[in-house]
T-cell receptor
Framework: AQSVAQPEDQVNVAEGNPLTVKCTYS??????LFWYVQYPNRGLQFLLK??????LVKGSYGFEAEFNKSQTSFHLKKPSALVSDSALYFC??????????????FGQGTTLQVKP | GAVVSQHPSWVICKSGTSVKIECRSL??????MFWYRQFPKQSLMLMAT?????????EQGVEKDKFLINHASLTLSTLTVTSAHPEDSSFYIC?????????????FGPGTRLTVL
């Protein structure tokens, strides 16, 4: 069965410092991995995705994520955090198996708090 | 491109009434639409997957007679919460998927906040 784990409910970081939001996954076949951000009472905004190719993926707003197949991880990173990055972040996975319906499995979410 | 809208953005209704939520893909044709619900500070839980012109596929534990999904066209899916009760109060989010580069990509709507009194 597919699953996604975000081990941290909340990550606190000072503005200007680097941030990491962790994500590990379990899926049959090659994974398609996604990161989304959600601001209060809003839908999800796409940040980045890994399909194939380079393990380091660059996305919106200066975020990037590194796909690590051996560790089955896809941690989200940013070199310098902004207060406006404070939000709820979701990691999601979709399996690339034949007949895939595009169904996404979401992690439980990590609240990022960036303090000035 | 790839904009998905939801209407209404919020709704308050009395217990026992039905509420319809619309999800539209504005600038692309969606082969598949997904409906999620989200409780405060929790993850998105997939309720059902709908393909245009066919019956929706519901996730385990989701009552199909309570959450009616209609996907009449490639740009519109509706979710009707029938005989709503306070426990149905939640944030409902739809997404629209399209096949691109062999991978289904989902684009999310802004969500609908349902409050049942």
């Amino acid at each position: 069965a597919q699953s996604v784990a975000q081990p941290e409910d909340q990550v606190n970081v000072a503005e200007g410092n680097p941030l990491t939001v962790k994500c590990t996954y379990s899926v049959s076949g090659n994974p398609y991995l996604f990161w989304y951000v959600q601001y209060p009472n809003r839908g999800l905004q796409f940040l980045l995705k890994y399909i194939t190719g380079d393990n380091l993926v660059k996305g919106s707003y200066g975020f990037e994520a590194e796909f690590n197949k051996s560790q089955t991880s896809f941690h989200l990173k940013k070199p310098s955090a902004l207060v406006s990055d404070s939000a709820l972040y979701f990691c999601a996975v979709s399996a690339s198996i034949s007949g895939n319906t595009g169904k996404l499995i979401f992690g439980q979410g990590t609240t990022l708090q960036v303090k000035p | 491109g790839a904009v998905v809208s939801q209407h209404p953005s919020w709704v308050i209704c009395k217990s026992g009434t039905s509420v319809k939520i619309e999800c539209r893909s504005l600038d692309f044709q969606a082969t598949t639409m997904f409906w999620y619900r989200q409780f405060p500070k929790q993850s998105l839980m997939l309720m059902a997957t709908s393909n245009e012109g066919s019956k929706a596929t519901y996730e385990q534990g989701v009552e199909k007679d309570k959450f009616l999904i209609n996907h009449a066209s490639l740009t519109l899916s509706t979710l009707t919460v029938t005989s709503a009760h306070p426990e149905d109060s939640s944030f409902y989010i739809c997404s629209a998927g399209r096949v691109g580069l062999g991978v289904n990509e989902q684009f999310f709507g802004p969500g609908t906040r349902l409050t049942v009194l």
